[in-house]
């Protein structure tokens, strides 16, 4: 076994230092009846690295491959393309390999990357702080409800139809239990430009906070400054959840325009689409709630000489002292993945992520009058960065498979997403990053032509 | 002979350092290899960048009025200064691929590399998760793949795989309890946690709206089964137990336990942080518990990467398995379907919900298939026998020089604990973790658990030579040995490290947690 | 103006029906560099026992608890500025909060400075 150290002869001389015959007396506390004599019967023995390369490649091999198609998927995973350094980066067996930082002075590594990593976080989202990271974005919307309900005290949220619909399924989840109450609502692709003006009427004393998306899930844009100060007219919390964070390149940041507590899914930057998982959740508030924030955070001190290093702090917060008292039960959270993300980020800088959205939003507009340009199909999205809605004639499930099978990854139907709701079947989310080309537009256009006339004729 | 074949002056003997001093600073701050590194934002610009972006003609802004007008701060480097400012700050970290990891409940064993190659096939590494079903059948059998391997290991029958951690899969298995027992009109109010258990578990249970009571422990560092079984009863939904527990120990009586549980109406939650003393050898399911979460990222060597990403499959009993969490995969002839909001429409699932975005951590998904399929069921009872052997020996090299309080009582399973009593007054477990830091270790884990004083948990784990435990014992020894004979250099160790030790109190009373141009914080004072 | 102590380390000092209460010298000994105080907000009720207070070093959170019943008349506020105030002054400037007492027999239960001083000698 090529990941085992140990020869017979040195087990037999360790056993003999321990001062026993065999393995068996070091199980003696574990009963007999729950031990097994031998290898579980059932499984398979154990495998050459070429054996097991050769069933992954197998089972690879029966997935179309994001970046070997015309692909148009988003909807809270976006694929941009990551410079080959980051992945070396986070192949440095001093990062890979390292543990959570809790013995600064031989961590310093990890500690600075995380500083640096919450001041590039904290200034995408224009916040005052940022966290070392969460899971990922979804977890880290709930989180930010339950913070907003330790501020303000209140148990009762608002969250925007535009909110990813799986983000709003984790907090019912778990409002579900916390007795937390949520009133959602679903979106419209017959008005869906601005649900944060029908959210702002329903504001009221006894909410905690109001949760909106930005750019939305339809990939709507819209200013949230209105919405922001009717929440805190109300003493509550304004939470903006960021999907897509490349658009921030581009677009005001939700702190400017008066959020409380911005979160995020940092994935679209160095991270990759990896199906779904690992990703990492971005976490920034106002400085004032700091103490009320889930998670680790990495501070700024001097050591025993003087000289300048960096520390978790304010662990007090967390659950290896507080226990049942601590703002969140997370323990681990995106550590590798926050380093990706940093790492891309300090390769784009200021002007490379300026350059990326502008680019992104400009084939999403191309792409936006192409398709709008074949008869039947209306665009459904308002302003928009680089993801928006089009309201085709049929289900767009159907549509979405039939180009699947032509190796066509068409985009996300709404149907996928809201299951429940009729009046959504027909909706398509299309997302356009960098990485799609002249050549995919004009694949997808003609495939989308041609199903329609087919589903027409 | 020539001029030029003389050498040119050039010194063929060293000098004797001995009695040299060496210079007391640099002009640099470096000391050799001992490189500091500044911020990016002290060393990038706002007009650097290491990427090159392909133009595109202008468009027409469809941004409606919200263009960013004000800078976001970042700075860019180069790609040469982008990989030197990485690989400069990489060395200031210990990691395993530097040496034995010796941290208690933390599982830190070797990390293959196939299990790094394999997560970045393209197939797996660039689909999405919202792709067509039929566009990720290869994806949704790994899942099922490893769901079968987790399952048969624990000798459970369903497993929720979409939990993105530890505490995570823990808070799965606790909402799982908390809907079953609401779904037959029970609600219960109370979870008993091990005044030993890691603090993951009562924060847990407390964020999923329970109340949290402890349970003590004997003497002899396990549950103390009488207290457990008088405070059972119709309000208690139920116990999180950790097997083996934070002590290094298996909990004899956990079948007895499980079975008390379950007579007073509650269920079993399984911590399996320490899995990795056990992995094929024991199933967890013979000992009648109800969910137990799996650290892909400790018993099946995903890495853990600074501090995560990591995962936690949580494997479930009957009882439980109805309300396991969306999305899940199902099979039906060849065809894998996942079970997202959609089909549970149709299907009678009682699923208590979506803990998450997407399906789970599938690449760390793919590192643990390849970890378990390299291993084998063989390899894999294996894997727990040497972690037991290594700790064990651990144990009995230290216990005649360094405090075991459970020690005498037989042997441990996958770590060895000791504790800080005969250290010279004065000196406490920080300072001997800190004089491991100067003989090049990362200590073990330190005042953790809480049951004893000033607790020192090691786990050397199975992928340590004997020769690597030999040396670390020798370090060991050594450095226990200034703590119990009073050596002040220990106080203010560590020497040879990037940093000496830093001032948490500062940190914390005046947290610095961004980074400000100097000017400006300046202007604010 | 009288002063008690309880077993966990809190002292209450009695005045015209009006209290001051803090933590003791030997707790703020045991804890360490405190880093942060949480202090009630005026006008919350406590019943004696009730968690009055959050004190926090780098790696420990303790609850103070009010040694009686009554209501907060104010916290100190200089703690949140100052936190190493409980260090320097814990039985002085470092107090937690003013609050006046429901039931002055409660403080019959009590030790006093001696009794107190006996107890910490036998932790």
Known sequence: MRYLPLSDIDRGQMLSKIGVQSIDELFVDVPQEAQLTGPIRELPNHASEMAVERHFQALAAKNTVAGQVPFFIGAGAYRHHVPASVDHIIQRGEFLTAYTPYQPEIAQGTLQMLFEFQTQVARLLGTDVANASMYDGSTACWEAISMAGRITKKKKAIISSGVHPHYVSVANTMARFTGDELLTSLPSLDAPLNPEQELINQIDDDMSCVIVQYPDILGNINDLSAIANKAHDHKALLIAVVTEPVALGAIKSPGDMGADIVVGEGQSIGVGLQFGGPYVGLFGCKAKYVRQMPGRLCGETVDASGKRGFVLTLSTREQHIRRDKATSNICTNSGLCALAFSAHMTLLGEKGLRNLAMVNHAKAVKAADRLCAIEGVEMASGHFFNEFTLKLPRDARAIVQELADQNILAGVSLGRLYPKSEGLDNGLIIAVTETVQDEDIEALAAALEASLMGGLA | MKERDLNQGRPSRIFDTANDSAPAATFSGNKALMLDEPLIFELGSSETCGVDIDAMEPVKSRLGGLE??????????????????????????????????????????????????????????????????????????????????????????????????????????????????????????????????????????????????????????????????????????????????????????????????????????????????????????????????????????????????????????????????????????????????????LSDSDTFGRMTAFHGQMGMFTRALSYIMSHGADGLKQVSEDAVLNANYILRSMDDLLDAPFGHSGPCMHEALFSDKGLADGFSTIDVSKGLIDEGYHPMTMYFPLVVHGAMLVEPTETESKDALDNFIGSFRTVVTKAKDGDKSLLSAPHFAPRARLDETAAARKPILVWNEPEATEAAE | MVRYYTEDHEWIEVEDGNAIVGITDYAQGQLGDVVFVETPTAETIFAKGDDAAVVESVKAASDVYSPVSGEVIKGNDALAEDPALVNSDPEGEGWFFKMTLSDSTELDALMDEDAYKEFIADL
């Open chain 2, 68 to 345: 960013r007008s004000q800078v976001i701060g970042l700075a860019g480097l180069s790609e040469s200064e982008t990989v030197r400012h990485y690989t400069r700050l990489s060395r200031q970290n210990y990691a395993i691929d530097l040496g034995l990891f010796p941290l208690g409940s933390c599982t830190m064993k070797h990390n293959p590399r196939l299990n790094e190659k394999m997560a970045r096939i393209a197939g797996f590494s660039d689909i999405h998760p919202m792709q067509p079903i039929s566009t990720v059948q290869g994806a949704l059998e790994l899942i099922d793949e490893l769901a079968h391997w987790l399952k048969t290991l624990t000798g459970m029958p369903a497993v929720a795989m979409s939990p993105k951690a530890g505490a995570h899969g823990e808070l799965c298995g606790i909402l799982a309890i908390r809907a079953a027992l609401e779904a037959r009109g029970d609600a219960r109010e109370v979870i008993l946690v091990p005044e030993s258990a890691h603090g993951t578990n009562p924060a847990t249970a407390a964020f999923a709206g329970y109340r949290v009571e402890e349970i003590p422990a004997t003497q002899g560092g396990r549950v103390d089964i009488d207290a457990l079984a008088e405070r059972l009863g119709p309000d208690v939904a139920g116990v999180m137990i950790t097997n083996p527990n934070t002590c290094g120990l298996f909990e004899p009586d956990m079948r007895k336990i499980s079975d008390l549980v379950h007579a007073a109406g509650g269920l079993v939650y399984c911590d399996g942080a320490n899995f990795n003393a056990i992995v094929g050898r024991v199933r967890p399911g013979d000992l009648g518990i109800d969910a137990m979460h799996i650290n892909l990222h400790k018993t099946f060597s995903t890495p853990h990467g600074g501090g995560g990403p990591g995962s936690g499959p949580v494997v479930l009993s009957e009882a439980l398995a109805p309300y396991a969490p969306l999305p899940y995969v199902t099979q039906t002839d060849d065809f894998f379907q996942l079970v997202e909001e959609e089909q549970s429409l």
